[in-house]
């Protein structure tokens, strides 16, 4: 593994059901991130994680669960999965929260359609 | 509140053709960071740049160039003789330094090169 990695590359999934979004990192990232991204309105922060053991809300969290019980994983959850949540959904980590080392490194993304 | 403001939804241009992406940010922060990432058709994200607010520098990386003017709040992006492959979205984000230290992007230009 080199980076940042997402499965499943893309899913379709009717609406109702249960999903759960996997994202692992290997370079020992202290912050991780969920986006969704949306034609038209740019990169949308659904959660994130400063560091393990601790979650926040971003600008879009509902209907999204995370959680984050070791460094390397940050998986998301769609409890209930609703055809609006039909998106193109990224991972990203950063080595920390604060200075000159924020930068984000993104996965290759997940496509989710919800039908 | 901070935004980021991308005004050029698509750009087209030929080949050879130098091409300028317009970045406009708003923050009441005094530190911040900004951003370039390129998402080109495959899909994921590729960091491009990151710029501290207290260097107005501007930064020259090959075909690439950064103009950064805090007086105007805009941190504008040049391709010196575009090329077919520069044909991508480019997002550029705004980090700040007070509140949860979540990037604020814009929703991006898609700049098509053609041969």
């Known amino acids: 593994i080199a980076g940042i990695t997402q499965a499943p590359t893309s899913q379709i999934l009717a609406a109702g059901r249960r999903m759960t979004l996997r994202c692992t990192q290997d370079?020992?990232?202290?912050?991780m991130y969920w986006y969704r991204q949306d034609l038209g309105l740019g990169l949308r922060l659904i959660h994130y994680?400063?560091?393990?053991?601790?979650?926040g809300k971003g600008e879009v969290p509902d209907g999204y669960s995370v959680s984050r019980a070791n460094t390397d994983d940050f998986p998301l959850t769609l409890a209930s999965a609703v055809p609006s949540q039909t998106s193109v959904y990224f991972c990203?980590?950063?080595?920390?929260?604060?200075?000159?080392?924020?930068?984000?490194?993104f996965g290759p993304g997940t496509r989710l359609t919800v039908l | 509140a901070q935004k980021v403001t991308q005004a050029q939804t698509e750009i087209s241009v030929v080949e050879k053709e130098d091409v300028t992406l317009d970045c406009v940010y708003e923050?009441?922060?005094?530190?911040?960071?900004l951003f370039w990432y390129k998402q080109p058709p495959s899909g994921e994200l590729v960091f491009l740049i990151r710029?501290?607010?207290?260097?107005?520098q501007n930064e020259i990386s090959g075909r690439y160039s950064w103009n950064f003017q805090k007086s105007t709040s805009s941190f504008n992006f040049t391709i010196t003789a575009s090329q077919v492959v520069d044909s991508a979205v480019y997002f550029c984000?705004?980090?700040?330094?007070?509140?949860?230290?979540?990037?604020?992007f814009g929703t991006g230009t898609r700049l098509k090169v053609l041969a």
């Open positions: 990203a980590s950063s080595s920390s929260t604060s200075g000159f080392t924020d930068t984000q490194y």
């Open positions: 710029r501290n607010s207290f260097d107005e």
């Open positions: 994680s400063n560091t393990a053991g601790t979650t």
């Open positions: 923050t009441r922060d005094t530190t911040y960071y």
């Open positions: 370079m020992r990232h202290n912050a």
């Open positions: 984000a705004l980090r700040g330094t007070s509140g949860t230290y979540k990037y604020i």
